[in-house]
């Protein structure tokens, strides 16, 4: 008799990056008979204890993961993890200290790299646990940038080009300054003049110095960017400036702008993915979409009105390198002019197309990052038959440990701040109707030239469950 494979878990933070590439994972794991429980990070990690035996597929291992680690441990769960911020990160020392935590890394028990140079950081890493194995899988989200799989998008596709017509794609990425909540940024408002400002959420980990130096610098491309977004509007009337801000940014200044113009439009609707492909040019400075953009072949433009070389070559060395970079307005002008009339295409040659091989594993053929994760799953799979204890000590221990973890949410979500506060919450994982959910399986099992049953249940609003009929 088959033993069943166990249940996995997929917690998704931000909806709009992380949501299709996390289905795209759990349907070429329903192939291999798993089943999935996918949706809201927040509420998953509050209902650990309703879940049988799991794999958690975690997406970081920072000091905040650490308690929730403790109590996945205490029922059971396996906990594998990769970092949705590692394929473009700060320098290693900074890098370790926001995003590796070194009680938080000894609960994984194996660790998925966006590629080699992300296995090569985390081998420098001084808490790296000697027995932990890291697999260069790649990601789902680079999947979801090879050609096979852009027919996953042909009605998104479809209904951008209805609506928006030829367009440049801004994309911004300046939640250290411009965070969906004040708090978050990477200094928190002083409360009057002559104070000095505390550090805000986003400077975790960092030296005052650094914190300080990246904010002067981001504020200052944010700045070159308000203004570069109407004069775009002006100087190439046939296009729509449509402004895409990063998932934890907040809307009102590029609304602002937009209030003052009439070809200028703000939206953070489905993945970037459709939008690349339907865009003429984008417009970025240090963004992960600029590397998204050389996969997929969309021109890309870096705008470096501002220069640091020690955030810029030590932070966002990758995107920029993979795009065409402009140190002017007038510069850009030219090169998106280039673009707009087919003379300039996205930037090629071997160098470059090596280092994004060295970043980004499994991208141009062969196997999908989703097929490598699940073999490794696969072998994972096979550990978790050693039965849970049932002894009245360890029951005891899962119910304080249960009870003590939702007194600490409870807590959490009502502190300014937060990530855990409802309006934030909404505001990155706003969910999906049941039918929407199933229509997206349905597509991707049509790709995949696959005809597993997979019955597609509500866990909560914003959970489902990917059952293996």
Partial sequence: MTTPKPLLLIPVENQVRELDPKLLLACVAGRRGFSSVIGSRREMEM???????????????????????????????????????ALVHLPPDI??????????IRYVTHLFAWGEENAELWRQYPHLPAAIPIHVTGNPRSDMLRPELHAYYADEIDGIRR?????????????????????????????????????????????REYAEGLRDHKQAVFEDFKRLIPELEKQFPDHLIVIRPHPTESHAAYQQIAAGCTRVRVTNQGNVVPWLLCANALIHNGCTTGVEAFVVGVPA????????????????RLPNALSHQCFSFEELCRALRSILEDRLGPLDG????????????????????CERMVDVLDRIAADQAKPLSRAWAHRAD????????????????????????????????PGL???EVRSRIARFQRLLGDDTRIVVEPVTATIYRLRVA
């Fill in 398 to 429: 899962r119910w304080l440990a249960r009870k003590g973890l939702h007194l600490l949410r409870q807590i959490k979500s009502r502190l300014p701040g937060s990530h855990n506060r409802p309006e934030f919450q909404r505001h990155r994982y």
């Fill in 95 to 104: 890098y370790f200290s926001r995003r590796l935590h070194p009680a938080a």
């Fill in 47 to 85: 209902r650990i204890d309703h879940f049988p035996r799991s794999i958690y597929l975690s997406k970081s291992m920072t000091v905040r993961s650490l308690l929730f680690f403790w109590v996945a441990a205490k029922f059971g769960h396996d906990i594998i993890t990769w970092d949705e911020e």
């Fill in 163 to 207: 609506e928006f017509g030829n367009f440049i794609l801004v994309n911004t990425n300046f939640n250290h300054v411009n965070a969906f909540g004040p708090d978050m940024n990477l200094f928190k408002p002083t409360k009057g003049p002559g104070q000095i400002p505390k550090f805000g959420r986003a400077a975790r980990g960092m030296s």
């Fill in 350 to 369: 071997q160098d470059r197309l090596n280092l994004v091989r060295h970043h980004l594993a499994g991208i141009d053929g062969g196997r999908m990052a």
């Fill in 433 to 435: 109707p049941l039918d």
């Fill in 301 to 316: 433009v870096s705008y470096r009105a501002t220069v640091n070389d020690v955030y810029d070559n030590g932070f966002f």
